[in-house]
């Protein structure tokens, strides 16, 4: 019975001297495949998004729109405060609610907003920590929470808390 051994040789920086080292240099024309194969991909996949309609400008409805949410919570009494259309194009949500309630027997009041997106992507560099603060709220802290849905569903989020 022969047996075969198999020998691996691999280069290594080990025995040379250090200014003899060999660099981790790429060949041009590797490098120009790879950005030619990336670019490529990137253009492939916008035309096949746009030929499959997978990404609409038109606004992903809730089974349930946002200003279903209660005007009435215990004490606190809402009133709905308007978003200018300028201010809503540039958030870019697909739908919103946004109230100031008000307690009826303290006068203490808090502003809600509520937004939803269905392609958070969309809204980039549109954040509650960075847009908040451009209008003068503080930002206290944010933490994740769970809503749980009429059906039961648990759906998670962040909350984000400010003042002004």
Same mark, same amino acid.
């Given at each position: 019975m022969t047996r075969r051994h198999r020998a691996v040789v691999t280069p290594t920086n080990a025995g040379r001297p250090a200014g003899r080292r060999r660099a981790g240099r790429a060949r041009p024309g590797v490098l120009l495949a790879a950005v030619g194969l990336l670019v490529a991909s990137g253009a492939a996949y916008r035309m096949a998004v746009e030929y499959l309609g997978t990404v609409t400008a038109e606004p992903i409805r809730l089974p349930l729109p946002l200003a279903r949410i209660p005007a009435q919570i215990g004490l606190w009494q809402g009133q709905d405060v308007p978003i200018p259309v300028n201010v809503q194009k540039v958030a870019g949500n697909d739908d919103f609610m946004s109230r100031l309630y008000t307690n009826e027997r303290t006068g203490q009041w808090v502003s809600v907003y509520v937004a939803y997106t269905a392609r958070p992507r969309e809204m980039l560099g549109h954040r509650p920590r960075v847009c908040y603060p451009a209008s003068g709220w503080v930002?206290?802290?944010?933490? /994740?929470?769970? %809503?749980e849905?009429?059906?039961?569903?648990?759906? /998670?989020?962040? %909350?984000?808390?400010?003042?002004?």
């Open positions: 930002h206290d802290h944010t933490s /994740p929470a769970t %809503v849905a009429v059906s039961g569903r648990r759906v /998670p989020c962040l %909350v984000h808390r400010f003042h002004w």
